[in-house]
């Protein structure tokens, strides 16, 4: 089994910048790509951003492409996601997802993932 946590949602302003954290533990965690969703209220779960093992590959939704960066420290088993210029229509639950089987992908499909964290509310005030 593979746990995830995130944290560092909250309250933040139009333009301003929060810092989401994913920490895992699990004796099966391996080495997975990672990736961050959002679901807004009312709207479906979508991809923001993933990153490859090695933290080599980024791959980033087209609306975030640019503010938002995504980075990992494996020795810390930890994955980040820094979401500058932040928006209104950011407002979501952030979710944090392991892909265990692979370790490289452009994987923005919530079925590629296996692993899910229980979410961190964003909101964003205009």
């Known amino acids: 089994q593979v746990q995830l946590a995130e944290s560092g949602g909250g309250l933040g302003q139009a333009g301003g910048s929060l810092r989401l954290s994913c920490s895992a533990s699990?004796?099966?965690?391996?080495?997975?790509?990672m990736g961050w969703f959002r679901q807004a209220p009312g709207k479906e779960r979508e991809f923001v951003a993933a990153?490859?093992?090695?933290?080599?590959?980024?791959y980033y939704a087209d609306s975030v492409k640019g503010p938002f960066t995504i980075s990992r420290d494996n020795a810390k088993s930890t994955v980040y996601l820094q979401m500058n210029s932040l928006k209104p229509e950011g407002t979501a639950v952030y979710y944090c997802?392991?892909?265990?089987?692979?370790?490289?992908?452009?994987?923005?499909?919530?079925?590629?993932?296996?692993?899910w964290g229980q979410g961190t509310q964003v909101t964003v005030s205009s």
């Open positions: 997802a392991a892909d265990r089987a692979r370790t490289v992908g452009a994987l923005t499909s919530l079925n590629d993932y296996d692993s």
């Open positions: 990153i490859s093992w090695s933290g080599l590959s980024t």
């Open positions: 699990g004796r099966t965690f391996g080495r997975p790509v």
